[in-house]
């Protein structure tokens, strides 16, 4: 036995791997429509300023941040007879889906005491997120030791949380304009969607039953513990910042899609959809060919090539409005497959700074890099809607509570285009420049602890 609970040459039933990737239904809808919806939600619903609307959705989702490790030490320290993980894949995933369609409730109508609801609501339900996404991001680790046998199983979450991405993501505008748009409309929305994360919670602790439930590992005390382990880490260090200001650019545009659509194509029923399937569509067919990219350039260039392209397709989107619509859904598409090769590569390279952690000093601390990672990326995905809401209140933007949005000012249009196009650019492009600290190479990672008092010196 390898202290994980299975014999490394055990491979899972297919069931397992089935159950546990229908858990990527609560990631991917929880961690999409937020980004999509909640701003619009709050300034075309709800009337609520801008400037406040983008507070309302930063705040609580950074909370996660802190909240993310905590998750952890008490999932590590849980005994039961379902294991450490599974009792949170339910309890968790059922109290996430009741608080999400709580957000959209709208007890209190519009104005300032409905927006303290939703700042509220959104708090709660974050934190309910975090209880079932660590334990679950932990999982694999603890079902099988056979390093090939958890490629098998992340292959089956990556695809069907592709698949909910694009389903969670295109089908909640289509609901909330079904729905009769405004308050019914996003109650709608937000019954689909918490019906999506129910499906998952109970697929992902279902699928997972009579499975190994191995033994946890011990994990940095303290959040300083960690980032001080992180720290000494170069290339992880230039890698994650990279990863956090990226995401940034993408939820920018994600939060950007509806104003996009309403005030620069002109279709506000339709265009958050097509907008939305055009962004995210390519990644399910390009994935083959990034790889093919990845093998030939390497994974640093890979990912610069992907950052460039997704920052000049969205510079090429300033001239949208001379642009016929399915040139503007084209350009969309040639950003998605950017998005793609970012998403790709920056995943890809993170085990390699994990391993040269480990070569480095001797220790397996996996859990310390995947926690700060999924806390990064929680912050970055909450920075761009706070970003975009900030650019909408210095811009002049009217908010309404009739679930329709205002007429707009020259200025407060200038200021939609201007977000969805040269600040996620910005947020993308610019970050590379820190890769240059990512000095790691499959050589360098080939010949492992032999080669670290060099590697070690350079970090």
């Known amino acids: 036995m390898d202290g994980t609970g299975s014999q490394p040459s055990d491979r899972l039933p297919r069931r397992v791997h089935l159950g546990y990737a229908l858990g990527s239904l609560v990631t991917g809808a929880f961690g999409t429509v937020p980004g999509l919806l909640l701003l619009p939600y709050l300034t075309d619903t709800l009337g609520v300023a801008a400037g406040a609307a983008a507070l309302l959705v930063l705040l609580p989702k950074a ?3 802190l909240v993310n490790p905590v998750a952890g030490r008490i999932s590590d320290r849980t005994r039961s007879r379902w294991g450490a993980r599974r009792p949170y894949l339910l309890g968790g995933g059922l109290a996430l889906a009741v608080l999400f369609a709580a957000i959209f409730a709208a007890p209190f109508g519009a104005g ?3 927006g303290a609801y939703v700042a509220v609501a959104f708090l709660a339900t974050a934190t309910a997120f975090a209880f079932f996404q660590v334990p679950y991001v932990a999982m694999p680790a603890e079902l099988t ?3 090939a046998e958890r490629t098998r199983l992340m292959s089956w979450r990556i695809a069907v949380l592709a698949l909910a991405i694009l389903v969670a993501g295109a089908v ?13 409309g996003h109650r709608w929305m937000g019954l689909f969607v918490a019906a999506l994360i129910v499906a998952g919670a109970v697929g992902a602790f279902l699928g997972t039953r009579s499975t190994p ?7 940095e005390p303290s959040l300083r513990a960690q980032l001080a382990v992180a720290g000494r880490n170069r290339p992880f260090r230039a890698l994650l910042v990279c990863f956090v200001m990226q995401s940034a650019g993408v939820a920018t545009v994600l939060a950007a899609v509806s ?17 939305f399937a055009c962004f995210v569509g390519p990644a399910l067919l390009v994935m083959p060919l990034w790889t093919r990219v990845g093998a030939r350039v390497g994974k640093r260039a890979a990912l610069v090539v992907a950052s460039l392209l997704f920052a000049a397709g969205a510079l090429a989107l300033v001239a949208a409005p001379a642009l016929p619509a399915t040139g503007v859904y084209a350009v969309v598409a040639v950003i998605g497959v950017g998005y793609a090769g970012q998403q790709v ?4 390279m993170l085990p390699d700074c994990i391993a040269y952690d480990t070569a480095r000093t001797g220790r397996r601390q996996a859990g310390v890099f995947t926690g700060l990672w999924t806390a990064g990326e929680t912050f970055g995905l909450a920075l761009g809607p706070g970003i975009y809401g900030l650019v909408l209140q210095l811009s002049g933007y009217v908010s309404s509570s009739t679930g329709v949005a205002a007429d707009q000012p020259a200025g407060a249009r200038l200021g939609v285009l201007l977000g969805f196009t040269i600040l996620p650019a910005l947020l993308v492009a610019v970050p590379v420049l820190l890769l240059r600290a990512y000095t790691l190479t499959p050589a360098q990672l080939a010949a492992g602890p032999r080669r670290q008092p060099a590697a070690t010196a350079g970090a």
């Open 63 to 65: 909370w996660d941040v």
């Open 259 to 275: 104003y996009f659509a309403g005030q620069v194509l002109r279709a506000p029923e339709t265009g958050p959809t097509l907008l």
């Open 172 to 184: 909640a505008p289509a609901v909330v304009t079904a729905g009769g748009d405004g308050v019914p």
């Open 345 to 348: 590569f920056a995943l890809a």
């Open 112 to 114: 300032p005491a409905a």
């Open 145 to 147: 030791g056979d390093p």
């Open 213 to 219: 439930t191995g033994t946890v590992g011990e994990s």
